[in-house]
């Protein structure tokens, strides 16, 4: 029996195709397209004969992710969602709120497989791969649930979006697709451990989307002590992959910097960041734009690692900016629901096992 597939994988011109090989009209694609992608599943689209919904249904399957748990910030009313798919596997998406809108970051895998050592996602390794209708249906699922326009999305969840290189490269085109969710390419965020073929490989494509870079180490041997990745892709070939993607795309690149306690947060540190970004990236006739984020590591307790206090923080930053570096510091949202991607669905996984 040949497998159904997805209806909300399918881009625009493959459901038309889809549509005219079943006799149906090709003026049914745009209909139901714009319809899916705004949460409503074949049964309720009632302006669509039940013919063309039963021949829909005969070779094409639609899941859309379903709440499992919710968790809403009394603080700044960051939502967070544990999706559950349609094979019982599980992920999460964070809602935020800000003054320009409403962003949602989201999973791109079950699990992952990088290891880096301060992550909860990837503690139990990857399981599976999300499909672009599980990538697509986070967002359209948490628009749904919440009542609210989503305008920017970050990929920074669950799993190596590099990783699952293929599909999340379709669920850009699904999700900036002017006749479906229609989110801007400029307002969505990719944030990779630093795979260095797949950064290549992206820059090829030209898409005009923020890359950040999880860096979270000047020199190799600390790189590589919390970050396996570094080992086969080292911080030299990594700087280059970000040099040739900029000088590809033009795109800034922003590059994540997680402060640990004693670990990576000396003033020491933050000049060798600062010295490696500025001769890797930074030529007297290229003075690439650069930015870092810092991001004060979140505490899981497999991990044994604690956050920086503010004062090493805002020391950490300040030594960044005097050698030219332009560096803010995360704000913690949802700081009363854990909102850090991993911890609920590694806590419903331990409750699962008893």
């Not at 791109?108 to 301060?118: D, P």
């Not at 672009?132 to 919440?146: F, T």
């Amino acid at each position: 029996m040949q497998e159904k597939q997805e209806l909300l994988s399918l881009t625009r011109e493959e459901l038309e195709a889809l549509l005219v090989s079943l006799g149906e009209p090709r003026f049914r694609a745009k209909q139901i397209f714009t319809q899916l992608h705004r949460g409503l599943s074949p049964e309720e689209m009632t302006n669509v004969g039940k013919v063309t919904r039963e021949r829909l249904a005969e070779v094409t399957s639609y899941h859309l992710p379903q709440v499992r748990r919710k968790l809403v910030s009394a603080i700044d009313g960051t939502v967070k969602y544990l999706f559950e798919l349609s094979d019982g596997q599980s992920v999460e998406s964070v809602l935020m709120r800000y003054e320009h809108g409403v962003t949602i970051c989201i999973s791109s895998q079950v699990g992952c497989a990088m290891g880096c050592k301060f992550c909860a996602s990837t503690i139990g390794g990857r399981v599976r791969n999300l499909t672009p209708a599980e990538l697509l249906g986070q967002v359209i699922a948490a628009a749904r649930d919440s009542g609210e326009r989503i305008g920017g999305i970050v990929m920074m969840g669950i799993g190596e979006p590099l990783d699952n290189f293929d599909n999340v490269v379709k669920f850009l085109t699904l999700v900036n697709h002017p006749e479906g969710v229609n989110i801007g390419y400029r307002h969505i965020s990719l944030s990779t451990c630093g795979l260095v073929d797949k950064i290549d490989e992206l820059a090829k494509l030209q898409l005009p989307i923020t890359l950040s870079i999880s860096l979270h180490a000047a020199d190799d041997e600390t790189r590589t002590a919390i970050m396996p990745i570094n080992k086969r892709w080292n911080v030299a070939a990594l700087m280059e992959a970000c040099r040739r993607y900029y000088q590809a795309t033009g795109r800034r690149i922003s590059f994540e910097y997680t402060l640990i306690a004693g670990k990576n947060d000396a003033p020491e540190a933050a000049k060798r960041l600062a010295l490696l970004l500025n001769r890797s990236l930074r030529t007297r006739t290229d003075t690439m734009p650069i930015h870092v984020n810092l991001i004060p590591v979140n505490e899981v307790e497999e991990t044994g690692f604690r956050r920086a206090d503010k004062r090493s923080i805002s020391r950490f930053a300040a030594v960044l900016e005097e050698n030219g570096i332009r560096a803010t510091v995360r704000r913690r949202l949802g700081a009363d629901i854990n909102a850090s991607c991993g911890q609920l669905r590694r806590a419903e996984m331990q409750g699962e096992n008893g």
